[in-house]
């Protein structure tokens, strides 16, 4: 199994609303990651979770909330969230943090917000 | 600061021609780069490879040039056909471990 999952697929929000979104990877990979990506833009990094622990938080707002419950789980909780976090969110994974690897993708989920 | 770019925005070829898409780094030290494929509304798809100790890489019609001397990585596809039209991205390991990713470059072929 090479493949990276992420539900939802498509989620709509109010700014008062709190939502998560699901990743899940069975590759056996010890590195996980938070990409937001705008239209027409590359991914930018947001979080990166090595051995379940979070490495990396890229000064992300604390709106969004990761949590990595085991090896093949990620999830991203929002609350709060503002029109212009309206994005594709992509999960990904890799061998392991230390790489450089592979970092495979999942299909995203498609966020707006209101 | 670090940045990985594309020379072109947009590139549109001949169904059937070869395509040529560049990338410029700035980071002499990066030591493996990435090109991925994105086709809209799904994420990136891995394409192929290249590490430093490489000048050139091949797969299944698309071959990686690597040019250390100038910083250049560029993709090559052979026979471009309508199923390659997608965003592609280089995209380069930095010394924090993180992959950096130019803009893009958006491909469309012709029939």
């Known amino acids: 199994d090479t493949e990276v999952t992420q539900t939802p697929k498509h989620l709509v929000m109010g700014m008062t609303n709190k939502k998560s979104l699901k990743c899940e990877q069975h590759?056996?990979?010890?590195?996980m990651y938070w990409y937001k990506q705008k239209a027409k833009k590359p991914p930018e990094l947001m979080f990166v979770?090595?051995?379940?622990?979070?490495?990396i938080n890229e000064s992300v707002p604390s709106r969004f909330s990761p949590e990595c419950p085991n090896s093949s789980l990620l999830n991203l909780h929002l609350h709060a969230l503002q029109p212009e976090d309206s994005a594709l969110y992509l999960c990904?994974?890799?061998?392991?943090?230390?790489?450089?690897?592979?970092?495979?993708f999942g299909p995203g989920t498609r966020l707006t917000v209101l | 600061g670090e940045s990985v770019g594309l020379h072109l925005p947009t590139l549109s070829v001949q169904e059937g021609d070869n395509s040529i898409i560049n990338c410029a780094y700035s980071?002499?030290?990066?030591?493996?780069f990435i090109w991925y494929k994105q086709e809209s509304g799904k994420g990136p798809q891995f394409i192929i490879d290249?590490?430093?100790?490489?000048d050139k890489r091949q797969g299944q019609r698309v071959t990686v040039l690597l040019n250390k001397t100038v910083k250049h990585l560029s993709l090559q596809i052979a026979a471009t056909q309508p199923g390659d039209s997608a965003v592609y991205f280089c995209?380069?390991?930095?010394?924090?471990?993180?992959?950096?990713f130019g803009q893009g470059t958006e491909l469309s072929v012709k029939p």
């Open positions: 290249i590490r430093s100790n490489m």
């Open positions: 590759m056996g990979h010890r590195a």
């Open positions: 979770y090595s051995y379940e622990k979070l490495s």
């Open positions: 995209a380069e390991y930095n010394q924090g471990g993180k992959l950096i």
């Open positions: 980071n002499s030290a990066s030591d493996y």
């Open positions: 990904a994974s890799s061998q392991t943090p230390r790489g450089p690897y592979e970092q495979f």
